[in-house]
């Protein structure tokens, strides 16, 4: 009995052993196979072609299969309750923008971007103002004097509550004093079609979005929100040069579940770098007029919670909260 005993004790001696010693080699198996990243756009916004568009080629540098996921809801709150909520084992991320800081600090949601890990920064993304094809307006100057002229009749179009282009039209209408309707959607397809039906005037968006619109003649673009007038688009006048002072740069990133392990910032940080410098892949993202801006975890970390900060402050100095 007691040698019965020993020899159980030895087997199980021996499962703790193995199970101790697979542990490494389990971390050092990352990634898995697949891996979720999910955005709180609809199909055809911003958020979701970068992500679609990148996972073509990041699964070369990864060595794993993308599933992108559209959860939608509460300009971004469900999203983020289903990363904050998620195992934090490197299954699932999240597509960053700023639009995640605003809903957290506007809507006081459950879970908010403090309860995601920051894990890198991709690119910059310049924000430009479109109109139909047919519109009158050939410039953002043309749109004031008309908004200003009757107070009402131009609609601005953006995206959800809680994104930077909604935020920026409340400091445009400071500089300009125009008066104007500003429809929220859904996402950057959503408020695409209103421009294509004439619901909205003109939107604010990203030429992600409005490629295959931009090749077919669909829209055109008035203006852009940046401090140079972008390569692809050199007749188009930037806000600055119509003596409207606003550049706005729009993030691109990634966010995972708190507490990942310090190898998967790694592998991603690697990952990433590397999908940047993919000649396919920079083909694709220069005609978007994307702007790589790689931030690593903590370099991202810091980043986001000083544009927290500073949009705190912005929202407190036009009143949009107490």
């Known amino acids: 009995m ?29 990634p898995h196979d697949t891996v979720t990243l999910v955005t709180h756009s609809r199909a055809g916004g911003g958020t979701d072609v970068f992500l679609r568009e990148m996972t073509k080629y990041l699964g070369e540098y990864l060595g794993a299969g993308f599933v992108v996921e559209n959860v939608r809801g509460g ?9 904050a909520q998620a195992p934090a084992d490197g299954s699932i991320f999240y597509g960053t923008t700023p639009t995640f800081i605003n809903t957290s600090l506007l809507s006081n949601p459950e879970y908010t971007y403090k309860d995601l890990s920051a894990v890198a920064n991709v690119f910059l993304d310049p924000q430009v103002v479109y109109v139909r094809a047919d519109s009158p307006f050939q410039t953002l100057t043309e749109v004031v004097e008309a908004a200003n002229a009757e107070p009402g009749s131009v609609v601005f179009g953006v995206t959800t509550p809680g994104s930077l282009d909604r935020q920026v039209m409340e400091k445009f209408k400071q500089l300009t004093g125009v008066q104007a309707p500003v429809i929220t959607h ?26 295959a619109q931009l ?9 852009t929100y940046t401090k140079e007038r972008l390569d692809q688009f050199p007749d188009v006048p930037t806000a600055q040069e119509q003596d409207i002072d606003l550049v706005v740069n729009k993030f691109r990133g990634i966010a995972g579940p708190a ?20 000649d396919a892949f920079k083909e694709w993202y220069s005609a978007q007029a994307l ?17 927290a900060e500073e949009q705190q402050a912005f929202f407190e100095e036009y009143g949009i909260v107490e």
């Open 2 to 30: 007691n040698r019965m005993i020993r020899a159980m004790s030895g087997v199980a001696a021996l499962a703790v052993l193995s199970f101790g010693a697979a542990a490494p080699a389990a971390a050092q198996d990352y």
């Open 75 to 83: 300009s971004g709150a469900k999203a983020m309750a289903k990363l």
């Open 186 to 211: 859904d996402g950057g397809g959503e408020l695409l079609i209103s421009v294509l039906n004439g619901t909205a005037a003109l939107g604010i968006g990203e030429v992600q979005e409005l490629d």
């Open 215 to 223: 090749d077919a003649g669909e829209v055109r673009l008035i203006t």
């Open 259 to 278: 507490g990942l392990p310090d190898e998967i910032y790694e592998k991603w940080e690697t990952a990433l770098q590397a999908v940047l410098e993919d």
């Open 291 to 307: 702007v790589p801006n790689f931030m690593p975890h903590e370099e991202y970390d810091q980043f986001l919670a000083d544009f």
